[in-house]
């Protein structure tokens, strides 16, 4: 039996896919869970609990407090991620992606690093992170004419499912961020390209801590060490067969990071089809290694 489009690995396919709207939102989010939804009244509330930097139980009057969302599916996706990030600027004790400042997350985030990184994972990368940031596109939209453009909101929606579900989510070492491209330029495929420098030519070394750049050397030197860290991460939809970093869209480049206004559309898209197709491969290797109770915690349609 053929692959749906929602379930393939392949980053083309899955672009394809989303431009003839073949995949939209229901198809993502019949498939992929939304990390979110562990902050939700009502809500099991196992779903939460300390994260591996905090070993604190939680008490119920803990766990009540940080239910906060409403479990009712809504349409705009974006809503329910600008109520997560309005609670977030209010408390930062919690967070989806076991970021190091976050001691209530996510049972899943857990299993999800422990299952795919392991040890390797506890012991190099103290944090964590979500990969392709919704704001940046977000602002960018907000101050084009973009905003009235259905396909551009309808990929912006997507977006704001997809954003913290699990192809989206990266062990990494603490204050990366600063590292790879700073909170207000936070686009994956610029990360890489950086990331590329640092491993093939040193560039870029006095950007990270050394904290980071012992990380990042765990994963090898020069050539070895770039491909080990797209392998070791699940980020072949990221790079075509030469381990070349994609583009988001044309002339996305270090010295120009944000999109313009006919940019927008096809760096969604990217965006998109990267996390789409990254956890579709990183289910392939988690259904080698869990039973269907812990898939549950990242697919619906187990």
């Given at each position: 039996m053929?692959?749906?489009?929602?379930?393939?690995k392949?980053?083309?396919v899955?672009?394809e896919?989303?431009?003839?709207?073949?995949?939209?939102?229901?198809e993502v989010?019949?498939r992929?869970?939304d990390f979110?939804?562990?902050?939700?009244?009502?809500?099991?509330?196992?779903?939460?609990?300390p994260?591996?930097n905090?070993g604190?139980?939680?008490?119920?009057?803990k766990i009540e407090?940080y239910l906060?969302l409403?479990?009712?599916e809504?349409?705009r996706y974006?809503?329910?991620w600008?109520?997560?990030?309005t609670?977030?600027?209010a408390?930062?004790?919690?967070?989806?992606d076991?970021?190091?400042?976050?001691?209530?997350?996510?049972?899943?985030?857990n299993?999800?690093?422990?299952?795919l990184w392991?040890?390797k994972?506890?012991r190099?990368?103290k944090s964590?992170d979500?990969?392709n940031?919704?704001?940046?596109?977000?602002a960018q939209?907000?101050k084009?004419e973009?905003?009235?453009d259905t396909k551009?909101m309808?990929?912006?929606n997507?977006?704001?499912?997809?954003?913290h579900?699990i192809?989206?989510?990266?062990?990494c070492?603490g204050?990366?961020?600063?590292?790879?491209?700073?909170s207000?330029?936070?686009?994956?495929?610029i990360t890489?390209i950086?990331l590329q420098?640092f491993?093939?030519n040193?560039?870029?070394?006095?950007?990270?801590?050394p904290?980071c750049?012992a990380?990042?050397?765990?994963?090898?030197e020069?050539e070895?060490g770039?491909?080990?860290l797209?392998?070791?991460?699940?980020?072949?939809s990221y790079?075509?067969?030469?381990?070349q970093?994609?583009?988001?869209?044309?002339g996305h480049?270090?010295?120009?990071i944000?999109p313009e206004?006919n940019?927008?559309?096809?760096?969604?898209?990217?965006m998109?089809a990267a996390?789409?197709a990254?956890g579709?491969?990183?289910?392939?290797?988690?259904?080698?290694?869990?039973?269907?109770e812990?898939?549950?915690?990242?697919?619906?349609?187990v």
């Open positions: 053929s692959k749906k489009p929602i379930e393939d392949d980053f083309g899955v672009y896919a989303l431009a003839k709207k073949q995949i939209g939102l229901e989010r019949s992929f869970v979110k939804t562990a902050y939700c009244k009502g809500d099991k509330t196992g779903h939460i609990q994260s591996r905090n604190k139980p939680l008490k119920q009057a407090k906060f409403s479990k009712e809504p349409e974006i809503t329910r600008l109520d997560y990030k609670k977030a600027k408390c930062k004790n919690y967070d989806c076991g970021a190091r400042s976050a001691w209530i997350v996510p049972n899943a985030i299993v999800l690093y422990d299952s392991g040890e994972s506890s190099m990368a964590g979500t990969m940031s919704l704001w940046i596109t977000y939209i907000l084009s973009r905003k009235a551009v309808k990929q912006l997507l977006l704001a499912y997809l954003t579900t192809g989206n989510f990266i062990p070492c204050n990366f961020n600063n590292g790879r491209t700073g207000s330029q936070d686009y994956w495929d890489l950086r420098g491993y093939l040193d560039d870029h070394l006095d950007s990270f801590n904290n750049i990380w990042l050397k765990s994963f090898g020069s070895n770039w491909k080990n797209i392998e070791d991460n699940y980020l072949e790079v075509d067969e030469e381990y970093v994609r583009r988001f869209y044309t480049e270090i010295g120009s944000l206004d940019q927008i559309l096809e760096c969604l898209l990217s998109n996390i789409i990254r579709n491969e990183m289910r392939e290797v988690l259904e080698n290694r869990l039973e269907e812990q898939l549950r915690l990242f697919f619906k349609d």
